[in-house]
């Protein structure tokens, strides 16, 4: 997509943009707002339920403070200026561990 479809239709336009997500019609950015109906339609109808976007980013969050603890690489993917907002992560991905060991010895 960003290769190919994107890049030749973004040229056919003459339109010069960073934007990742271009609409179909018109190249333009898509918005947050799109983008947030569009996600929460597609989960809808894949049989998700109602899931908002945040919980993509917070599953990605989960999975990396589980794999590698790494606090740092974290708060630089999610984009967080404070690392206190990054902690959460790893306290959860903690909690469960000592939730799993518990019921190792039970």
């Known amino acids: 997509y960003v290769k190919g479809d994107r890049r030749e239709r973004?040229?056919?336009a003459g339109i010069e943009t960073d934007a990742l997500l271009i609409t179909y019609r018109g190249c333009k950015a898509v918005g947050n707002r799109q983008l947030y109906e569009?996600?929460?339609k597609t989960c809808k109808e894949c049989g998700l339920g109602h899931l908002h976007p945040h919980a993509f980013r917070h599953g990605l969050a989960t999975i990396l403070a589980?794999?590698?603890n790494d606090i740092k690489?974290?708060?630089s993917v999610l984009g967080h200026k404070?690392?206190?907002?990054t902690m959460k992560y790893i306290h959860?991905?903690?909690?469960?561990?000592?939730?799993?060991?518990?019921?190792?010895f039970e």
Do not use: H
Not at 92 to 104: G, K, R, T
């Open 73 to 75: 690489l974290i708060q």
């Open 82 to 85: 404070n690392v206190s907002s």
């Open 66 to 68: 589980r794999k590698t």
């Open 92 to 104: 959860m991905a903690q909690d469960e561990i000592a939730d799993s060991m518990q019921s190792v």
């Open 10 to 12: 973004l040229e056919s």
């Open 38 to 40: 569009a996600i929460v």
